[in-house]
Nanobody, 122 residues
Framework: QVQLVESGGGLVQAGGSLRLSCAAS????????MGWFRQAPGKEREFVAG????????YYADSVKGRFTISRDNAKNTVYLQMTSLKSEDTAVYYC???????????????WGQGTQVSVSS
């Protein structure tokens, strides 16, 4: 069982930056791939970024490539999402996820966090 708690969301102006954090419980954290998804009002939840547990390979949605960076600290059981050059279309609830396998577009993760709101004003 893995429990995930996100933090770091908030309101930021377009062009600004935010860093999201996701603290995971469970001694087997390092065995899970981790990722971030987001859901904007009236839209489906979509994949944002993922990081593999075995080799830390990273995967990104095309819409965030070059602007967002996912990383993990296994010693702290924490995964991060550094977001830069934020746009109004990045406004959404961001969810942390854990999966016993690769997280990328199309993956349905095994575990979800409760979500954190990111709002970007134009």
């Amino acid at each position: 069982q893995v429990q995930l708690v996100e933090s770091g969301g908030g309101l930021v102006q377009a062009g600004g930056s935010l860093r999201l954090s996701c603290a995971a419980s469970g001694r087997t954290f390092r065995r899970y791939s981790m990722g971030w998804f987001r859901q904007a009002p009236g839209k489906e939840r979509e994949f944002v970024a993922g990081i593999s547990w075995i080799d830390s390979n990273t995967y990104y949605a095309d819409s965030v490539k070059g602007r967002f960076t996912i990383s993990r600290d296994n010693a702290k059981n924490t995964v991060y999402l550094q977001m830069t050059s934020l746009k109004s279309e990045d406004t959404a609830v961001y969810y942390c996820a854990a999966h016993f396998g690769t997280i990328m577009t199309g993956t349905t993760p095994d575990y979800w966090g409760q979500g954190t709101q990111v709002s970007v004003s134009s």
